[in-house]
T-cell receptor
Framework: EDQVTQSPEALRLQEGESSSLNCSYT??????LFWYRQDPGKGPEFLFT???AGEEKEKERLKATLTKKESFLHITAPKPEDSATYLC?????????????FGQGTILTVHP | GAVVSQHPSWVICKSGTSVKIECRSL??????MFWYRQFPKQSLMLMAT?????????EQGVEKDKFLINHASLTLSTLTVTSAHPEDSSFYIC?????????????FGPGTRLLVL
């Protein structure tokens, strides 16, 4: 059964304190892993798509990496505006049917 | 680019009435759109897949007669909650996959909050 597990459930950081969020997955034939940011009361905002182990992508203070079993979202010198829920997702069965299985998310709070 | 809109952003209705929610891809075409539901403090749960010009496919446990989906064009899908009841109150979010370019990534709308009294 395909599973996506995110850890930690919640993370509190001081402004400028770098850290990483984890997304572990068990799917056969991975066809993409997606990272989204969701603010309260809003839809998920697309951040990154990773397709193969070893791939890395960056956007401002965020950097996503992918291995064969997990993905990390690294946050460098976070600011309070980075506070949000970060979601990772993979397609059902790892194949390109479009349906996504989401992890439960990591709630990030960055204190000034 | 890759903007998805939803309308309305929130709606309050009486029990027994029907509510229609629109999902539009503003700057790209989407053969496939998806409808999700999200309860407080929970992650997104896929309800159905909407394909332009064909019938929607529903996830197990989702009543197709209660949640009517129409995907009439490459930029518009609608979800109608029929005979809504308080237990249908939730946050409904749509997403769209581009027909060209990066066809794997889904782009999400801002969501519609439904409250059934």
């Amino acid at each position: 059964e395909d599973q996506v597990t995110q850890s930690p459930e919640a993370l509190r950081l001081q402004e400028g304190e770098s850290s990483s969020l984890n997304c572990s997955y068990t799917v056969s034939g991975l066809r993409g892993l997606f990272w989204y940011r969701q603010d309260p009361g809003k839809g998920p905002e697309f951040l990154f798509t990773l397709y193969s182990a070893g791939e890395e992508k960056e956007k401002e203070r965020l950097k996503a990496t992918l291995t064969k079993k997990e993905s990390f979202l690294h946050i460098t010198a976070p600011k309070p505006e980075d506070s949000a829920t970060y979601l990772c997702a993979v397609p059902y069965g790892g194949t390109s049917y479009g349906k996504l299985t989401f992890g439960q998310g990591t709630i990030l709070t960055v204190h000034p | 680019g890759a903007v998805v809109s939803q309308h309305p952003s929130w709606v309050i209705c009486k029990s027994g009435t029907s509510v229609k929610i629109e999902c539009r891809s503003l700057d790209f075409q989407a053969t496939t759109m998806f409808w999700y539901r999200q309860f407080p403090k929970q992650s997104l749960m896929l309800m159905a897949t909407s394909n332009e010009g064909s019938k929607a496919t529903y996830e197990q446990g989702v009543e197709k007669d209660k949640f009517l989906i129409n995907h009439a064009s490459l930029t518009l899908s609608t979800l109608t909650v029929t005979s809504a009841h308080p237990e249908d109150s939730s946050f409904y979010i749509c997403s769209a996959r581009p027909t060209s370019g990066d066809q794997e990534t889904q782009y999400f709308g801002p969501g519609t909050r439904l409250l059934v009294l």
